[in-house]
């Protein structure tokens, strides 16, 4: 197994993030702002969606990686880091996902 992790993914984002959007993809999407790295990382959404539902193993594994990536620009571009989100989730397995669900306020 790779020991290649979100928070290696991260950090790359941060560095990429930096470069020129003439080299970096990365910098591109960035530069079109949080609603465009959003709208993105919803079409790459649908694209893991799809390929789970009717794709074989291989086509699921990479639009999951896909979005993860997607994912993490994404939270980039509005200054959330995985960390935060990470904090977010160990509160939440304090409690059975039932309950946890219950307390969220409704909207």
Known sequence: MS???LA????RIDDRATASPEVS??????DRGPAQCAKK??????EAVLAVAAEDRDRVI???????YHLLV?????????AEVEA??????KKSGLEEKASRPSG
């Open 41 to 46: 990382f919803g079409e790459e959404a649908v």
């Open 62 to 68: 990479g639009e999951s990686a896909d979005v993860l």
């Open 88 to 93: 977010l989730l160990e509160t939440r397995t």
């Open 74 to 82: 994404m939270l980039h571009a509005r200054g959330v880091r995985l």
């Open 8 to 11: 290696d993914l991260e950090q």
């Open 25 to 30: 993809y990365t910098r591109k999407l960035l």
């Open 3 to 5: 020991k290649f992790t």
